[in-house]
């Protein structure tokens, strides 16, 4: 699924949707959208797990298949104390990038982050 089909399918999902098609196309272009901490230029096809099947989705504080990353990290946390720690030393969207093997990785590297602005970050399950 193309990177700009699953931001327009979340903000269908929004109570007040803000995104169009046009201002994701300037996000592109001004290097505003990242995934796993790096920034894209251009749209790109994301291996997700069918968005509409609730089975198939992890149920870390999810919403339609997306996962606000507060949820998301409140949730990691819970699950266990030293994520917490783990987290505040690599940064949320960087850990993925680091060499380092341990439990928290294996957990997110089910996952895709996904930094649509300032302010809007979202979670996604990948596809296995």
């Known amino acids: 699924m193309k990177l700009s089909e699953i931001i327009l399918l979340r903000e269908k999902f929004k109570p007040s949707p803000t995104i169009f098609s046009r201002d994701i196309k300037q996000r592109f272009k001004n290097g505003q959208i990242k995934i796993d901490g790096e920034i894209i230029k251009e ?12 089975h198939q989705v992890f149920g870390f504080g999810q919403d339609n298949g997306f996962i606000n990353a507060g949820n998301f990290i409140f949730d990691l946390i819970k699950t266990d104390e030293n994520f917490k720690h783990q987290l505040m030393i690599f940064g949320f969207e960087d850990i993925k990038n680091s060499n380092i093997k341990n439990d928290l990785i294996e957990i997110m ?9 300032k302010k809007d970050v979202f979670v996604i399950k990948k596809k296995i």
Not at 45 to 52: L, Q
Not at 110 to 116: A, G, K, L, P
Request: aromatic share 4%.
């Open 43 to 54: 749209d790109i096809d994301i291996p997700v797990m069918n968005m509409n099947d609730p």
């Open 109 to 117: 590297d089910n996952f895709t982050i996904i930094r649509i602005s």
